[in-house]
């Protein structure tokens, strides 16, 4: 045991929960893993949505060439939803600060100090009432979760918003192949499941925005 | 051979070796277009070429046959006719027709996954056991053989099939022909006799034959699993319980004995077990009529059949063949189109012959007779 367990701050009362686990990730590492799912999965869902409308509307397109135009909306759909991971994921990045926060908001204040800990074990010192307002939980482990979970929003939100869209293409391709008047119809339907994209992009956002690692 | 599959014993053929096919029963919409999102395009955009009822009655008014050629320019078929020589006959309209959708299937199966591919085989193989009993029955007949290959249906052809004509028992065309081929499982049972092949013989062959092509396409595809399973579960259903219904017809005051019946049956389908079990013992038209009877979809088979000859049976087989292959179409990701493809153009071609006739034979009264597919 070093010096390096100033780092170590439990949240609830004692040592031995889980809580404990996840608080040990450094909040770098968490927030980081966010803007990577946020735009990694995104992509994911994006690109699943265009391989399946995209397959669809090259077939379909053989017999009636005059579908090639219309229906590249759809892939223009499943492309938003990639769009809406670079921005979120653009966002969430500034809010990363460097690493010299990592000292200032570390400071003891009582809580995290070997001498504390070893004399109040396993409970807390002084109970626990101090930890819960220290710079680290504040400054580091608040914007951390919000990055990482907002990264987390909006990367599934957009993954299965893509093969919706990617699916409902599909079927739009193949409908206006047969009988014209059915490609405005089926549009609406994509036009709704594009918005779940949406909204994942904005929880994300109002998730994120009062955080900041300074 | 490398398809034969000689220590097999079983009484029903092995079933195809394992296909990565757990991902179609769980995630069918998500992955299906992975591999087969563009032919399944394809085969849909054939699908809107299928000739509509005005194309029907425009090829109906048609004079003669040169006119006929003229209408059917304008169709999805274009210039096919382009190059035969003037007095067009019925004949002709059908290879040629026939090329153009064996055409349209190799270029499907080019562009295949491995599934696909192994399904459109099986589609084939159907094909392969006509050209087969063709052959023989053609060289019982002593017809010369080069006659016979070109009568031969193209989806089904391989490379040994002339060499059928100079077997002479089961055994023979076992060993020398079919162990190669993909009908190897389903000639193990039926090629085992060494006596010379006749009439009778043949007919009972043929049936065998399908009847475990039918059985292991059954398997096959209620393996694959999901829509796949659902779509052509039905059409194969209905094609076991057709091909029943007529055998037991054909075979009411024939030399088939009841057990050999029996034997041809298949053992799936809505009629099986008990409607099967009724038409073996059946002994009259109106003993048939009453073993299908409690089928709700075959109860009209035979009540129409009495008050409207213009219709026979095979014909009422055929509509209802198109109504579930027209419904295979409904449903998205799943290989059904591919089959309901194949049988719709079929029809369309016993179509386009039958109004052929009509015309050439200037029989414009029962031009009408044809089956409407859309």
Known sequence: MTTQMSYMLPSAGYFDNWLILFEQISPYALADIGIGISIGVSVLGAAWGIFTTGSSLVGAAIKAPRIRSKNLIS?????????????IAIILSTKMGTPEAYAVNTDTEGCNTMAALRSSWPQLPGGGASCQGSLYMKNLLFPAYAIFNAGVCVGFSNLFCGVCVGITGSGCALADAQNGTLFVKILIIEIFGSALGLFGVIVGIIMSSPAYIK | GILSQGGNTSPVPLPPPQSSCWRRKRAEMITFNLDDGFTEAVVRGYRSGILSQGDYSNLGQCDGLEDMRMHLAVTDYGNFLQNEPSPLQTMTISEKCTEKLVEEFNYIRCNASAELAKFLDYITYGYMIDNVILLLTGTLHERDTSELLEKCHPLGKFQSLATLAITTSPKDAYKLVLVDTPLAVYAQKCFTESQDFTELNIEVIRNTLYKAYLEDFYAYTQKLGGATADVMGEIL?????????????????????????????????DLYPEGVMRLERADTQDAVR??????????ELFQEDQFNRDKSLEDWFFEYEVKLNKLAFEQQFQYGVFYAYMKLKEQEVRNIVWIAECISQDQKSRINQYIPIF
Do not use: M, P, W
């Not at chain 1, 892939?75 to 921005?87: D, L, P, R, T």
């Not at chain 2, 319980?241 to 298949?266: M, Q």
């Not at chain 2, 009453?290 to 109860?299: C, D, L, N, P, T």
């Open chain 1, 75 to 87: 892939v223009i759909f499943c492309e938003a939803v990639a769009i809406y991971g670079v921005i």
């Open chain 2, 237 to 269: 259903r209905f094609e076991a319980d057709r091909r029943a219904i007529n055998i037991t017809i054909n075979s009411l005051d024939t030399e088939l004995t009841k057990e050999g019946r029996g034997e041809l049956y298949c053992n799936f389908g």
């Open chain 2, 290 to 299: 009453q073993a299908v009877e409690s089928f709700g979809q075959y109860r």
